[in-house]
């Protein structure tokens, strides 16, 4: 693994304090924290307080921000200002969010590093746009065309909208890629104490230069751990860069050989450094009978029913997925043949159970406990599927 240094946060850019804030007023400091200075975005709710609340703090941090005229715009836009040198993002939610996808795989391709933060809220189309989903999920995964990884974190709090978007950040320089936060609307609109450490304590990766003379400089040669180096803009660097299939040098080569080449380094710069991006919390797993798995306000709603089925004596474990994407296959695979059953707690109608599924492979049961949105569940349908799942 090749070994990433890291600067301090610039004290100028930190709010460092205990604060009151919304799930999405902490994810805007985050990104403040984390040396964002370009926001490009559409106003759509229930995300809309993130735009609102950085269109007021940049100005005090020196960053930028534009109203787009569409959200298609806004990830266009994003992906210019992180090639023209800054740390950029932006927020959406429902039909925003797949309005960005065409633009976001442009991002994959051109390996931009950026963040994006969904707060997801009830679908299809236009939906619930007041109140919270979780089915967007697996159009992050899969949402534009062509093969590619991604990284996806789900905070479950306001404390976590502000940590887990510094964290993609750094995500995203470290692999240079676009990087989803993938919140709902209970999260980003949940007020509760948020503590914002000093700029000493929050360690940022900054952009990754080369070191080669503009006559050397390739944008495309990979590193050791997969990832090329990007040029320092204003430095007498020249290169092309392209949506279309591309070699070394960012010029278009249409065939199969240099499509090879190009999507396999892509998926490769995430898969074989899965164990150093996928975040997970386990809790009473050792003897489980059932382990429940959830993510995002899921993982909190589940809290009662756990304690629940405890209390009857039941063996629960429990995983949070911090890191969605890539999905943690190798410990939900080890697990499998260790207990009677997983449990999945998610907000739609099955979308990250399908990977629970596929990696248990019959050596357990798996049990979904869907839900539509538009609330959180019940915390008594937890506990049934729990006392079900373990007959």
Known sequence: MTKIKTVKADPRDVLTGEHYL??????????????????????????????????????????????MEDEMASMNAILGASWGGVKSMTCTSGPGF????????????????????????????????????????????????????????????PQESFELTIHAFNLSERYRIPVFVMTDE????????VVIPGAEEIDLVPRRYTDKSP????????????????????????????????????????????????VRRLMDKIIKNAKDIIWIEEKDIEGAEVVLLSYGITSRVVQPAIEKAKKEGIKVGQIRLVTVWPFPEERVRELASKIGAYVMVEMNYGQVYYEVERCAAGKCKTVLVPHAGGTVHNPEDVYVAIKEAVK
């Not at 703090?57 to 020196?62: E, I, L, N, T």
């Not at 209970?186 to 104490?193: F, S």
Request: proline share 9%; aromatic share 10%.
């Open 22 to 67: 919304d799930g999405n007023h902490a994810s805007a400091e985050g990104g403040i924290a984390a040396g964002c200075k370009f926001f490009g975005g559409y106003p759509i709710t229930p995300s809309t307080e993130i735009a609102e609340r950085i269109s007021q703090r940049f100005p005090k941090v020196g960053g930028i921000f534009i109203q």
């Open 186 to 193: 209970c999260v980003g609109h949940m007020t509760e104490k």
């Open 98 to 157: 797949s309005l960005m996808m065409e633009n976001f795989g442009l991002g994959i391709m051109l390996e931009t590093p950026c963040v994006l933060v969904n707060v997801q809220r009830g679908g299809p189309s236009t939906g619930l746009p007041t109140l919270p989903g979780q089915a967007d999920m697996m159009q992050a995964r899969w949402g534009s065309h062509g093969d590619y990884e991604v990284i996806a974190l789900c905070p479950d709090s």
């Open 215 to 262: 006559e050397e400089y390739w944008p495309y040669i990979p590193e050791k751990d997969l990832v090329p180096l990007m040029p320092p803009v204003g430095k007498g660097y020249k290169f092309h860069i392209t949506g279309l299939t591309h070699d070394y040098r960012g010029y278009p080569v249409i065939n199969a050989e240099v499509q090879e080449k190009c």
